[in-house]
């Protein structure tokens, strides 16, 4: 199947729509020292995974070393190889160094978003779709109609492949996500060629499995400005991400923490590196062997802290299953029932996020 881009113009000229109640417009109101108590987050039905606690732990999240799949020298390729096998064993995360990007585009892009941020409210609105699949979204929160807390959290979603949704405003924002989005993809496709290399398929076996050719791929960009009472909201609770690998870049402030081993371990963002995760997919895929692992974004009283995830995932109408080579029935039975990517996403989206709760619905 051919990967096409095509563009498809947002409405420039929208129906008047209602103000949301961002997030970023309510910090900034001047006399801001508390918040309003729909923003109260608790997770006391979570505990078991020490949900509650902010303070994270400082690890080292596994590095790897992108230019290293490239190299003729067979040795080193094998090492990488058995590099992503351990960070994927291990974390689920990992820092892609020398991947290749342009460290002037992942600026441009980062740039990009906040300027997307900066537009006036009413300019914003031209994008608050309702619809959670709207193939352009701005909104506030994960979805207001159902969330019963709010999280402290505005945000954007382009779908960019297999087709290119294009925004209107501000001016360069689709020509600057139209390329970054390219090389972040191209940049996924290489390390699934790794990643299926490391479960002991041929290597391109998930990039044919899974149709990446029009895998879907999707842009979010979330904004978290500074919260007089950080301690009791949160900017994003834990989750897992449905495709198949994430890559995230961000501005210097930190607030992201992911959960490793029952431990919520803090991200300290580096220059010029992609925070990459295995998602539900490649859990899906892999029968369980690379986990999809929790994540939250939590919120600070001081600055605002802006990331950039570019999701990748099968390809829409892709039934997927653990992979036959993966699956024993004696030993290691399938532990998945297969769903077309699609029918993942409508379940996901349009109910309030429990940390992985779609994915145990979909458990043999
Ligand atoms: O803001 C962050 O660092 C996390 C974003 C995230 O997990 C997501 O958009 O799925
Ligand atoms: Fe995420």
């Given at each position: 199947?051919?990967a ?6 947002v ?5 008047f729509?209602?103000k949301?109640g961002?997030?970023k ?16 987050y608790?997770?006391t ?9 902010q303070?994270g732990?400082?690890?080292q999240?596994?590095?790897i ?6 190299s ?6 094998a090492k ?9 064993l291990?974390?689920g995360?990992?820092m ?7 460290e002037?585009l ?8 906040t300027?997307f ?12 779709e ?5 193939p352009?979204r701005?909104?506030t929160?994960?979805?207001p109609?159902?969330d019963?807390?709010f ?20 001016a ?7 390329e ?23 290597e ?10 029009s ?7 979330n904004l978290?400005?500074?919260c ?6 949160m900017?994003?609770p ?5 495709g198949?690998?994430t890559l995230?870049i961000q ?7 992911v ?12 220059p ?5 995760n ?8 892999s029968n369980g ?15 605002t802290?802006l ?5 990748h ?13 993966l ?6 039975p399938?532990?998945?029932?297969g ?5 993942y ?11 992985k709760s ?6 043999v």
């Amino acid at each position: 199947m051919g990967a096409t881009t095509t563009e498809a113009h947002v409405e420039t000229e929208a129906p008047f729509r209602s103000k949301i109640g961002c997030v970023k417009e309510l910090a900034e109101s001047s006399d801001l020292t508390t918040i309003p108590s729909k923003y109260y987050y608790s997770s006391t039905s979570t505990t078991a995974l020490n949900l509650n606690q902010q303070h994270g732990f400082d690890e080292q999240i596994p590095i790897i070393d992108f230019s290293l799949l490239n190299s003729n020298i067979p040795n080193q390729r094998a090492k990488v190889i058995q590099d992503l096998a351990k960070a994927c064993l291990d974390w689920g995360f990992f820092m892609v160094i020398n991947h290749g990007v342009p460290e002037s585009l992942m600026e441009r892009m980062l740039g990009m978003c906040t300027h997307f941020f900066n537009q006036t409210e009413d300019d914003k609105l031209q994008c608050a779709e309702v619809d959670v699949l709207a193939p352009i979204r701005f909104g506030t929160s994960f979805n207001p109609s159902v969330d019963k807390v709010f999280f402290w959290r505005d945000f954007l979603r382009v779908r960019v492949h297999p087709q290119f949704h294009s925004l209107p405003k501000p001016a360069g924002f689709s020509e600057i996500s139209l390329e970054y989005t390219k090389r972040t993809r191209q940049v996924a496709r290489e390390l699934l060629k790794g990643i299926s290399e490391s479960l002991g398929l041929e290597e391109c076996y998930i990039d044919k499995a899974m149709e990446l050719e029009s895998c879907y791929q999707v842009l979010i960009t979330n904004l978290y400005p500074p919260c007089p009472q950080p301690e009791l909201a949160m900017g994003l609770p834990p989750h897992s991400d449905h495709g198949l690998l994430t890559l995230l870049i961000q501005n210097e402030i930190g607030g992201l923490q992911v959960n490793h081993n029952g431990k919520w371990v803090n991200v300290h963002p580096l220059p010029n590196t992609y925070l990459v995760n295995t998602a539900d997919h490649l859990e899906i895929l892999s029968n369980g062997r690379y986990k999809s692992v929790l994540h939250r974004a939590l919120v600070n009283d001081k600055a605002t802290r802006l990331s950039l995830a570019v999701t990748h995932g099968p390809c829409m109408d892709k039934v997927v299953t653990p992979v036959t080579e993966l699956v024993d029935s004696a030993n290691n039975p399938a532990l998945y029932h297969g769903m077309t990517y699609k029918e993942y996403m409508e379940a996901l989206l349009s109910n309030h996020i429990h940390p992985k709760s779609l994915l145990d619905r979909i458990r043999v």
